[in-house]
């Protein structure tokens, strides 16, 4: 037993210190260098670059507050309309907006071209029009499409929470259906409203890819961070850029800290117990609910319908028909980048949970200060713009006393550390829900750190670690922010090459791409929550199958 015991310890520590080490190398020393690199190294400083650059500033912050609202707005009228719809819609509907949260970031600025650019097929082959698409119109109502059906899955996870005595003891009362929804439902989403509201906020503000794609000559800090290193190679001035875009970025997030706490949001609506709220289907908020909801979903399916059609059509004078072409011509772009990027997305899911776990156990389990710290630090990738993560990386390991640019290991290692942030959120949900007297049992039958691992935290987080882990299969299936800097030739990953093509106005190929990503995320969407199903939700019976023995 005392061999058991001291092989625990050394495990505990070696984990501890591995886990603390990694954190603070990958993900705040990356950071810590390019505030150093903006703010230090010789070159043009910061006061200088933000006096002579307050219009891209300027355009950044009106593009998303604008897209802020917008998306709050419409998030609020499909949470409303899903709510008086039956449970057998609401799972349709929360499919399909559970599909936009698998398809690359920028997919909506490729349906947009090929809808509505100068050879769309709305505008030129239905309308028989030649407009011009790029500016800030249409990076605003992409993003705010892109943005809204995140936010409208957060608030209906958090409108779950409602109970319906409430309504039936406002319609005792005569409460008409506005009156309920103003006084009652739009209450208890003001928490949900203001956190959305901040993380889209903070989208805007980091995106790259939509103003590069369809952004013209509307120029934004978040594009010109991009230019500026591969256009120029001006790492000190992306570095600027990007310092100038983390201010409002903190505040932001900042804010939402103060508000995260009112909401119980634990997976985004994913939960099918919602029922239809007993309201009479009629008055303002209902009906406009309805219309923009309506509206919203025709949107995504015009949008998901276009790139379904050109990854399987090509336009033959003037017409589209039915052809396997795009696929054929997407051979060669794509070679071994499929494996590449599911190996990658597979490494970053699972490390990247075991990680996030780890860490909450040791911060709420064993209530580690230092840990604590740990978990905050963690927090930063999910504060500050994806290429802000990328370029510290570039950056910090790109001279000794590690180098690592130019590898694999350095883009498996970024994608693996910038899921951690969500990831810790998820695990922390997963953990508290564990009764701390199964720990405590644990340690006064003689068991080590290490029988609390095997016997309690992690078959009882199993349903969480496995969601964690499908975020970061995702998540990482559907980056580009943080890699892009970092991916050498022959290292691409399947989200890099759909956006060169689109930039190169290969479209079709960019489709049957985006079509490939989804798909690969729907099959692994299933397999987890297939194996969520059949492991069941009681838990319990781990802890008591051991106390048995």
Excluded at 139 to 144: C, E, K, R, S, Y
Excluded at 295 to 303: S, V
Excluded at 336 to 357: K, N, W
């Amino acid at each position: 037993m005392g061999k058991n015991h001291l092989g625990s310890k050394i495990t505990n520590w070696f984990v501890y210190i591995v886990i603390s080490l990694s954190i603070l190398l990958f993900i705040f020393y990356p950071y810590l260098s390019i505030f150093v690199q903006a703010l230090h190294e010789p070159g043009e400083t910061f006061n200088s670059f933000f006096m002579q650059n307050i219009k891209l500033t300027q355009n950044s912050l009106f593009v998303a507050i604008i897209t802020m609202i917008l998306s709050v707005f419409l998030a609020v009228s499909v949470t409303l309309c899903f709510a008086f719809i039956s449970k057998k819609w609401q799972r349709l509907l929360r499919v399909f907006l559970l599909i936009t949260m698998v398809s690359p970031p920028f997919v909506t600025s490729l349906a947009y071209i090929t809808l509505f650019g100068r050879r769309g097929m709305i505008t030129h082959d239905l309308l028989q029009m030649t407009i011009e698409p790029y500016g800030p119109q249409g990076i605003i109502l992409m993003q705010t499409l892109s943005f809204a059906s995140l936010n409208a899955l957060v608030l209906i996870g958090l409108l779950k929470q409602l109970e319906p005595s409430l309504i039936n003891s406002a319609r005792s009362l005569g409460a008409r259906t506005d009156a309920v929804i103003k006084d009652i439902i739009l209450p208890l989403l003001k928490p949900g409203l203001i956190v959305v509201a901040l993380i889209s906020f903070i989208r805007s503000l980091a995106d790259f890819q939509t103003p590069t794609i369809i952004g013209g000559s509307f120029k934004m800090l978040a594009s010109e961070g991009y230019f500026a290193v591969i256009s120029m190679g001006d790492i000190h001035k992306a570095a600027l850029i990007n310092l100038t875009l983390a201010i409002p970025a903190l505040i932001g997030f900042f804010l939402y800290i103060k508000y995260d706490h009112a909401m119980s949001v634990q997976h985004h609506g994913l939960s099918s117990n919602m029922k239809a709220f007993p309201l009479p289907k009629k008055g303002f908020f209902f009906v406009g609910s309805v219309i923009l909801s309506v509206i919203f979903y025709l949107a995504l399916l015009l949008q998901y319908g276009s790139i379904v059609m050109n990854a399987f059509s090509v336009k033959v004078m003037g017409n589209y028909q039915f052809s396997l072409q795009p696929i054929i011509d997407s051979q060669i772009y794509l070679n071994d980048t499929i494996t590449r990027t599911i190996l990658y997305s597979l490494i970053a899911g699972l490390v990247g949970s075991l990680i996030s776990f780890l860490i909450i156990y040791y911060s709420k389990v064993r209530n580690d200060r230092f840990m604590k710290f740990i978990e905050m630090v963690g927090t930063f990738p999910y504060i500050l713009p994806g290429t802000f993560f990328g370029l510290g990386y570039l950056y910090a390991f790109s001279k000794p006393p590690l180098i690592m640019t130019g590898t694999s290991i350095i883009v498996i290692i970024n994608v693996i550390f910038k899921q951690v942030a969500f990831a810790t959120k998820a695990a922390k949900a997963s953990v508290s829900q564990i009764e701390p007297t199964y720990f405590k049992t644990v340690h006064d039958l003689g068991g080590t750190v290490v029988n609390e691992w095997k016997d309690v935290f992690f078959p009882m987080t199993k349903q969480g670690f496995a969601i964690t882990f499908l975020n970061g299969f995702i998540s990482t299936m559907t980056t580009i922010g943080s890699i892009i800097f970092l991916v050498h030739p022959g290292q691409n990953m399947m989200t890099l090459v759909m956006f060169d093509v689109v930039q190169r106005g290969e479209y079709q190929v960019a489709a049957v791409i985006a079509c490939m990503i989804i798909l690969i995320c729907l099959v692994m969407s299933g397999i987890v929550f297939g194996f969520i199903s059949l492991s069941g939700k009681d838990w319990g019976y781990v802890f008591r199958s051991k106390k048995s023995h």
